[in-house]
């Protein structure tokens, strides 16, 4: 069964930094795209970012320059480190196994991410 669960979401202040991470059960992540997406409060999900099974990288341009996603194939994880962070950051993100700008997947449950003073 394929399970993703998200963590290290927390309330943070404008330009502060997070570091969300993805654990994968029942594949293994090494094999297939993995992108996060997010969902703002009365919004539709937005994908932001993916590494490709050859760990190559893509971004949304909403947070290009900010944001980094990386994996540690080892323990099947899935990062994502926000930098700079601004109140439109506001979202739960989820990682999902989809290649890069889709939003269809499986994901997890998502972790809560607030940015205000």
């Known amino acids: 069964e394929v399970q993703l669960v998200e963590s290290g979401g927390d309330l943070v202040q404008p330009g502060g930094s997070l570091r969300l991470s993805c654990a994968a059960s029942g594949f293994a992540i090494v094999y297939y795209f993995m992108s996060w997406v997010r969902q703002a409060p009365g919004k539709g999900l937005e994908w932001v970012a993916t590494v490709d099974s050859d760990g190559s990288t893509t971004y949304a341009d909403s947070v290009k320059g900010r944001f980094t996603v990386g994996r540690d194939n080892s323990k099947n994880t899935l990062f994502l480190q926000l930098g700079s962070l601004k109140p439109e950051d506001t979202a739960v993100y989820f990682c999902?196994?989809?290649?890069?700008?889709?939003?269809?997947?499986?994901r997890g449950r998502g972790t809560q991410v607030t940015v205000s003073s």
């Open positions: 999902s196994r989809s290649a890069p700008r889709m939003l269809t997947g499986p």
